[in-house]
């Protein structure tokens, strides 16, 4: 239409470029796999009354903090879950083998583990002399406040570490109330009793004791 008109401005959104930015942006957090590696070569023998210490090499490609867990640690040893060190000072009385240790590291994503070694406390066998005797009180009610009534016997647990009662030996007579154990080893020994019932059912683990044997 003829006459005098106002300007007309347009504004015009390009789209493009934007959708250009949002994808650049996404690409940058593409994930990134984080490498860990672990590695040494632990000794395999300890002697007797010697500190041993083993802490395993790690390489991981970005920082995260590790942490380690073992399988079938010696009773004897020691573990950091923050450094992977196994340490510890053995007695006469650990003379033997522990086989199938295993170490293993994770940074949370992915783990890794050594292969698994064995570690043999070497020394100069302990004379086996020492006794000691364990008493205790017959139980007369199940757990739940009942008359027992199938009491059936007890089993003796004990060891050279009160976490790791590794021997047992059993008392098949309701009646008898006190065991001695022979040819202990010089050392400290810890001892525990539980009662068993006609239908094999086991009590709790009674209030661990202990012996010095010179």
Not at 90 to 96: D, E, H, L, Q, S
Not at 166 to 187: E, H, R, Y
């Amino acid at each position: 239409m003829l006459g005098t008109h106002s300007t007309v401005r347009t504004r015009v959104r390009h789209t493009v470029p934007c959708l250009l930015v949002f994808i650049g942006l996404a690409g940058s957090f593409t994930n990134v796999a984080v490498a860990l590696t672990i590695s040494g070569s632990p000794p395999t023998s300890v002697a007797a009354g010697t500190l041993f210490s083993f802490t395993p090499t790690v390489s991981i490609s970005r920082w995260r903090q590790p942490s380690f867990t073992i399988a079938n640690k010696p009773a004897w040893a020691s573990f950091s879950t923050s450094t992977g060190t196994l340490s510890g000072t053995p007695a006469t009385a650990n003379i033997g083998t522990t086989s199938g240790i295993e170490i293993a590291v994770t940074n949370g994503r992915t783990w890794a583990q050594l292969q698994p070694f064995s570690l043999t406390v070497t020394g100069t066998a302990p004379t086996t002399s020492g006794t000691a005797t364990i008493t205790w009180l017959a139980p007369t009610q199940n757990t739940d406040g009942t008359a027992l009534t199938n009491l059936a016997g007890y089993e003796v647990d004990y060891g050279t570490a009160a976490n790791a009662l590794d021997k047992t030996l059993t008392v098949a007579n309701p009646a008898q109330s006190s065991l001695t154990v022979s040819n202990l080893a010089s050392g400290t020994w810890y001892f525990a009793v539980k009662a068993y019932s006609n239908s094999g059912v086991r009590s709790a683990l009674s209030t661990v004791g202990s012996k010095s044997i010179p």
